[in-house]
T-cell receptor, first 112, second 114 residues
Framework: NAGVTQTPKFQVLKTGQSMTLQCAQD?????MYWYRQDPGMGLRLIYY???????DKGEVPNGYNVSRLNKREFSLRLESAAPSQTSVYFC???????????FGEGSRLTVL | SQKIEQNSEALNIQEGKTATLTCNYT??????LQWYRQDPGRGPVFLLL?????KEKRKERLKVTFDTTLKQSLFHITASQPADSATYLC?????????????FGDGTTLTVKP
């Protein structure tokens, strides 16, 4: 049972390049989330998807787009990467209405 | 907006003692509060959830309390072990219908010395 799987684990980009972070969960959860974690700022919600076919902005959505491809997969896209987007990105999923979040192992992104 | 403060960035204790971590919040009381453990280079792992109408929750050596008057949650690890060394995150959810839209604290790093 893999849980929440994120790819890639590490990525280095140049300013202005684009990339997509992939996330898949095999727990049949309805809700999926993308967080970023920066030193001194905790985990901050970028986007979430309460169910298949819906997406909504979180606390820090600027510079990102998401796609809920199906119930299993939720991708995060950076169209034009900026150094301020250097961070560790975590995907998470949750069964509806329980609050408990299951996190992936993170994707470490550096933008030069 | 909700602000969360977790006690000092680092907490060092001796093996066998009880570790107590604090999570304070401002503004409105959350519908529920969660505690997660995070090891270096790994994703957070869920430990316990406590709802606004609950005073205390236990799981094995872990205990969480929730005081909506003080706007504070305490997280206790009894009979601590070196394997308990990690960063512990507090997270608040404001609504029962928005599960997962959590606001996280910065975390407290616990080191248990043998």
């Amino acid at each position: 049972n893999a849980g929440v799987t994120q790819t890639p684990k590490f990525q280095v980009l140049k300013t202005g390049q684009s990339m997509t972070l992939q996330c898949a969960q095999d727990m049949n959860h309805n809700s999926m989330y993308w967080y970023r974690q920066d030193p001194g700022m905790g985990l901050r919600l970028i986007y979430y998807s309460a169910s298949e076919g819906t997406t909504d902005k979180g606390e820090v959505p600027n510079g990102y787009n998401v796609s809920r491809l199906n119930k299993r997969e939720f991708s995060l896209r950076l169209e034009s990467a900026a150094p301020s987007q250097t961070s560790v990105y975590f995907c998470a999923s949750s069964p509806s209405n329980t609050g408990e979040l299951f996190f992936g192992e993170g994707s470490r992104l550096t933008v030069l | 907006s909700q602000k969360i403060e977790q006690n000092s960035e680092a907490l060092n204790i001796q093996e066998g003692k009880t570790a107590t971590l604090t999570c304070n919040y401002t503004n409105y009381s959350p519908a529920y509060l969660q505690w997660y453990r995070q090891d270096p280079g790994r994703g957070p792992v869920f430990l316990l959830l406590i709802r606004e109408n609950e005073k205390e929750k236990r799981k094995e050596r872990l205990k969480v309390t929730f005081d909506t008057t003080l706007k504070q949650s305490l997280f206790h690890i009894t009979a601590s072990q070196p394997a308990d060394s990690a960063t512990y995150l507090c997270a608040l959810d404001m609504s029962n219908t928005n599960a997962g839209k959590s606001t996280f604290g910065d975390g407290t790093t616990l080191t248990v010395k043998p």
